[in-house]
């Protein structure tokens, strides 16, 4: 069973930085951020290939995060810079099928509780 905790979340200023954590138990593909403002649909953010470390990113993110994983690939993170106030959402790790790893919640099969990120002009 994969188990997926997420920490980190806060609130910050346009321009700030923050870093969410994932811990993941159990062995997982992929694993992806999402995130869901309120009235929206859920968005994934940023994905990585866990064997091979490969990475993708949506549009309105690249540049800005980046996703990355520790050496032991217990723990996996999102470091955020010049956040935006169309950043402000709730942020989902979520662990993906085998064999599919792409920005679609549809192919995530696992989730976290979600952290809440809010970023202020």
């Known amino acids: 069973q994969v188990q997926l905790v997420e920490s980190g979340g806060g609130s910050v200023q346009a321009g700030g930085s923050l870093r969410l954590s994932c811990e993941v138990s159990g062995y997982t593909y992929c694993v992806g951020w999402f995130r869901q403002a309120p009235g929206k649909e859920r968005e994934g953010v940023a994905r990585?290939?866990?064997?091979?470390?490969?990475?993708d990113y949506a549009a309105s993110v690249k540049g800005r995060f980046t996703i990355s994983q520790d050496y032991g690939k217990k723990t996996l993170y999102l470091q955020m810079n010049d956040l935006k106030p169309e950043d402000t959402a709730i942020y989902y790790c979520a662990a993906g099928r085998p064999g599919y790893c792409v920005l679609s919640a549809m192919f995530y099969d696992y989730w976290g509780q979600g952290t809440q990120v809010t970023v202020s002009s």
């Open positions: 990585i290939l866990r064997n091979s470390g490969n990475t």
